[in-house]
């Protein structure tokens, strides 16, 4: 499986943007890249997902670089209830739903009133 | 949909026994995902099926784990002998044929003692 990197740990205050980086320089052609996070004490909820252009969702953005080897989840305005671990998955598009879904460490998200 | 369904919540048995984990997937879902998640390890898949069949049961850890999918609202993960490295908090997810997300069931905190 193509792997990724992100940071252990991120701060931010509340009701600021917040950009979680990526790197996943092994990606290949048919990769679509993932987000989820985790709230405490909860499962790990889908946030965001895409292949080559930008998405936008309610909730969040996800800006991908054009040589598609690193992206960026943006928040636009962190919340209270946005800290968490944020995952960025790789997901390999086998067909049908061929496919699994292969967690890291995640970067922890912790928002400062 | 109520979403997907594990039980029980919260299981405490002594090492040795047989330990028997059940998920009900979201209706119309057709991918199962097993996930084992510890401190130290992680989100870690453990096996995932699509339309009941297991396709990569790489991840299980040894042959005292096992999964089944009797049909498409139920699958099980059965322990036997449990130990208590077994701790950890089990998660159940599933997915749709053409959906991209994969939804995660609130887990089962499982302790071995």
């Known amino acids: 499986d193509a792997k990724t990197t992100q940071p252990n740990s991120m701060e931010s205050n509340e009701e600021e943007p917040v950009h979680l980086p990526c790197n996943h320089s092994t990606i290949s052609g048919t990769d679509y890249i993932h987000w989820y996070r985790q709230l405490p004490s909860q499962g790990p909820e889908y946030v965001i997902h895409g292949l080559t252009s930008n998405v936008n969702n309610r909730m969040a953005s996800l800006a991908i670089a054009e040589d598609r080897k690193s992206s960026t989840l943006i928040l636009h305005r962190a919340t209270l209830r946005d800290a968490a671990v944020y995952y960025c998955?790789?997901?390999?598009?086998?067909?049908?739903?061929?496919?699994?879904?292969?967690f890291g460490k995640g970067t922890l998200l912790t928002v400062n009133p | 949909d109520a979403g997907v369904i594990q039980s029980p919540r919260h299981e405490v048995t002594e090492m040795g026994q047989e330990v028997t984990l059940r998920c009900k997937p979201i209706s119309g879902h057709n991918s199962l995902f097993w996930y084992r998640q510890t401190m130290m390890r992680g989100l870690e898949l453990l096996i995932y099926f699509n339309n009941n069949v297991p396709i990569d049961d790489s991840g299980m850890p040894e042959d005292r784990f096992s999964a089944k999918m009797p049909n498409a609202s139920f699958s099980t993960l059965k322990i036997q002998p449990s130990e208590p490295r077994d701790s950890a908090v089990y998660f159940c997810?599933?997915?749709?044929?053409?959906?991209?997300?994969?939804?995660f069931g609130q887990g089962t905190r499982l302790t071995v003692v």
């Open positions: 998955i790789l997901r390999e598009d086998s067909g049908g739903s061929n496919y699994k879904l292969t």
């Open positions: 997810a599933s997915s749709s044929q053409q959906g991209a997300e994969a939804f």
